[in-house]
């Protein structure tokens, strides 16, 4: 079945360790989105791909980074995790964009020690 | 900036009780509504969606919701909940402003009692 998967499902890391986060995609969507949701809050986009046009909210930290090797992979990399990022943070795609459905990957839970 | 709110934090119902979960959001422009569920142990998934037309969206698994553009509301409503309905979910916006992005509510959990 066409799907959008993450990996690991569960990530532990150390505070200020770096850390990559994987989502891949069976759907050839156009678009990538990262989510972080935080116990009982909404999921907050981090930022997002159309095609290679990386798109960042503003409010998104330094700290979080994003790459998109090919239609296929995202990657959100965590360089210096603070305890305050720990999260589930999810992957999303869509076929084009705002008028569209996105479809959510399982998530990721991260914890920082 | 485009907010959605969702009333209801938790919602305890029993069996085939009637549901209906509040959202608003603050947009004056065209906007596109979605309801998101998330299942115990599983991935958001979309339940229903609004982008024009019949302001009456009925979605899967006997969900419907209504949008109200003079209220900037768009309620959840089912007649007749089920055990299997227990989950967590989401209402979201998305304004024409050209931004690709989602706005979330905080989400409402459900809890439905046999």
């Known amino acids: 079945d066409a799907m959008v998967i993450q990996n690991p499902r569960y990530q532990v890391t150390q505070f200020g360790k770096p850390v990559t986060l994987s989502c891949s995609q069976t759907l050839n969507h156009n678009v990538m989105y990262w989510y972080q949701q935080k116990s009982s809050q909404a999921p907050k986009l981090l930022f997002h791909y159309y095609d290679k046009d990386f798109n960042n909210e503003a409010d998104t930290p330094d700290n979080f980074q994003s790459r998109r090797p090919n239609t296929s992979f995202c990657f959100l990399d965590i360089r210096s995790p603070g305890l305050g990022d720990a999260a589930m943070y999810l992957c999303a795609t869509s076929r084009q964009g705002h008028l569209e459905t996105q479809y959510f990957g399982p998530g990721t839970r991260l914890l920082v020690l | 900036a485009q907010s959605v709110s969702q009333h209801n934090h938790h919602v305890i119902l029993s069996e085939a009780a009637s549901l209906e979960l509040g959202c608003n959001y603050s947009?004056?422009?065209?906007?596109?509504l979605f309801w998101y569920v998330q299942y115990p142990g599983q991935h958001l998934q979309l339940l229903l969606k609004y982008f024009s037309g019949d302001p009456l969206v009925k979605g899967i698994k006997g969900f419907e919701a209504e949008f109200i553009k003079s209220k900037f509301s768009f309620n959840l409503r089912k007649p007749s909940v089920q055990w299997s309905d227990t989950a967590e979910y989401f209402c979201?916006?998305?304004?024409?402003?050209?931004?690709?992005?989602?706005?979330f509510g905080s989400g409402t959990r459900l809890q439905v009692q046999p």
């Open positions: 979201a916006v998305n304004a024409y402003t050209g931004r690709r992005a989602l706005t």
């Open positions: 947009y004056g422009g065209t906007v596109n």
